[in-house]
Structures are given as C-alpha cells and as structure tokens.
C-alpha cells in the first residue's frame, strides 16, 4: 500500500508528507479521485491492487474536511478502477 498521502488531504496536526516522495502514478489518480485530473494511460496500466487502491481512497476521503462528500469520492474511485481494467484489457495483448 502507498504510505504517502497528498498533503492536502491530512489535517493540520498529522505529519505531512512531502508532493514529490508520492509516486508519479499514485497522485494522478488521487487528483481525478479528488480533483479534476485524468488517469494518464500509464497508470491506468500500473493500477493493479484493488484493495489499496480502495484503502488509500477511503482513507483520503475519511478526513474531516472530505467526510462530508465521501460518498462522491467513493463513487468516483469505483469509476477510476473501472476505467483502468478496461483500458489495461484493451491494451493487453490477446
């Protein structure tokens, strides 16, 4: 599981974590989860852990200045996995 978290996401009196020691991938899909980022291909393909992936997202989500719109980021995680297998399928080769 990623153990950094966008500094963004935690309170003000839990450690924060450095942008750049996030993995490329990780906040790129992180920013369409919470932001208005697009999965670039190349993660979508290096997305592969369902379950962290859903950990990192619900954590992220569980902060209190997130909780009040969680149900919106689960949603739009689900919808992140769900485009990811599809476009790592089609660019499987058969």
């Keep these: 599981m990623v153990t950094c978290i966008p500094s963004s996401a935690v309170e003000e009196n839990e450690p924060k974590k450095v942008m750049g020691s996030i993995p490329k991938c990780a906040f790129n899909i992180i920013s369409q989860v919470f932001g ?14 369902k379950e962290c ?9 569980e902060r209190p200045s997130l909780i009040g719109n969680e149900s919106r980021y689960l949603q739009k995680r689900d919808e992140v996995w769900a485009h990811c297998v599809s476009v790592s399928k089609e660019l499987s080769p058969a």
């Design 36 to 49: 208005s980022g697009v999965v670039f291909i190349p993660c979508c393909q290096e997305l592969k852990e």
């Design 53 to 61: 992936h859903d950990t990192l997202v619900k954590y992220i989500a």
